[in-house]
């Protein structure tokens, strides 16, 4: 008889944001005339900026004519995106990656998922918590978790490094030494960023202990403070010990073009064996590249002309963070995020859970947002805003949450 993947069972019936659109879309069927504002899931709200827009028209002309046309693209990227990338994502920021180690995909989200695979099952992994769903969910699916312990709402195995306001939401070395440590600065859900020096000992420690740190840099153009690393790679070591994700979704506003890369040093060698070649060896097997037509959109992205555009739009984000964190304090709630990263973080007044604070803000003010239990135990009694917005509805959502 065929049998099924068990581990799935272990999982929550949905996964967090899909859980979120089911709610919204009930209230909304029972409530028609009610105006909801959507500042939950971290989707992206402005058009596609014009030179990356040019970028696409004249790559879908030259799929029209034989002479230009494209079929398969390369397993690991067209070499114009990887050496722009490998330029003035690493070189230009002192870190040495070259193009060769960088692998183009569809986004952060299938790579981080996606990358447990070529790790032995016996592997202990770390996670911060509150954390990104992504991470727990594909090590459960994969059988690495253990059972989940309902009463203390974690996975048996799996070693959660609590994110507190005491530690400025950025975790503290594990006393026990895990074999992959997941960690994603900016932070997403909290907004939080790892200084220089302390991601430093980070690299250091895993080096010590043998240890894998798997990086999702996937907010980094949001980076503004100075002394705030926009790669692990800016790290003295971190080519032996860590690999890197990154995505255009936020940064260029790629949800639904999708790309992003994942970068493995050469040196990253385990067991004699160079986990580079391994993830190459399941990126051909597994995956066909994404679109020539999203990966001339990404070299755009890297122009001039388009970097300047990207970075307004960028700036506009940041100025919702702005208000959605003044609104928020002038209201009497404490905030944390929206400096380095599009996602401000709050407290739930009044010894809320997440999930009650969810239903009353999404009954009394049509607004939408995450509940921060949804990302680890950590996170409960706090809740996520995105920035993510327009204008004109953050506006209209911080002043109803005002309001209230
Ligand atoms: C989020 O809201 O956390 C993001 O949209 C998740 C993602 O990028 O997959």
Redesign the pocket.
């Known amino acids: 008889m065929t049998r099924i993947n068990r581990n799935y069972l272990k999982l929550p019936g949905s996964y967090l944001?899909s859980t979120i659109g089911k709610k919204v879309r009930e209230y909304e069927a029972a409530h028609p005339e009610k105006k909801v504002i959507r500042l939950?899931?971290?989707?992206v709200t402005q058009p596609i900026a014009p030179e990356i827009i040019k970028a696409l028209h004249q790559a879908v002309d030259e799929m029209a004519d034989e002479e230009t046309f494209r079929g398969y693209a390369p397993d690991l990227g067209y070499e114009f995106l990887r050496n722009v990338i490998a330029e003035k994502d690493f070189k230009a920021r002192g870190c040495e990656i070259s193009a060769e180690e960088i692998f183009i995909s569809d986004g952060?989200?299938c790579d981080c998922g996606n990358i447990q695979e070529i790790f032995g099952m016996e592997n202990s992994i770390a996670v911060q918590d509150p954390v990104?769903p992504?991470y727990v969910d594909s090590n459960v699916m994969a059988g690495r978790t253990g059972s989940f312990d309902a009463g203390r709402q974690q996975y048996k195995d799996v070693i959660y490094m609590p994110c507190t306001v005491c530690n400025d939401f950025a975790p503290e070395l594990p006393g026990e030494v895990p074999d992959l440590i997941y960690l994603c600065f900016p932070n997403?859900?909290t907004g939080a960023v790892m200084k220089k020096d302390r991601l430093q000992e980070w690299v250091d420690y895993a080096n010590e202990h043998g240890s894998v740190i798997l990086y999702d840099a996937?907010y980094e153009a949001y980076i503004h403070e100075a002394d705030v690393p926009h790669s692990i790679y800016e790290c003295e070591g971190a080519r032996t010990c860590a690999i890197e994700f990154r995505?255009f979704?936020?940064t260029a506003g790629f949800?639904g073009l999708r790309l992003g890369f994942t970068v493995i040093p050469r040196s990253l060698v385990l067991d004699g064996v160079s986990v580079h070649d391994l993830w190459a060896r399941r990126h051909g097997t597994k995956y066909n590249g994404a679109p020539y037509i999203i990966q001339r959109a990404g070299e755009a992205v890297y122009s001039v002309e388009g970097r300047k555009q990207i970075e307004k739009q960028i700036g506009y984000y940041m100025e919702n963070a702005g208000i959605i964190s003044e609104g928020l304090k002038e209201a009497g709630y404490s905030v944390s995020g929206g400096v380095n990263a599009p996602y401000i973080w709050l407290k739930t007044p009044d010894q809320m859970t997440s999930w009650e604070f969810f239903d009353f803000l999404l009954e009394n003010a049509n607004v939408v947002g995450?509940p921060g239990s949804g990302f680890g135990p950590h996170g409960e009694h706090y809740f996520r805003l995105?920035a993510f917005g327009n204008r004109e509805s953050t506006i209209e959502a911080i002043d109803r949450i005002r309001k209230l």
């Open positions: 944001f939950g899931i971290g989707d952060a989200k990104y992504v997403n859900p996937a995505s979704s936020k949800t995450t995105t």
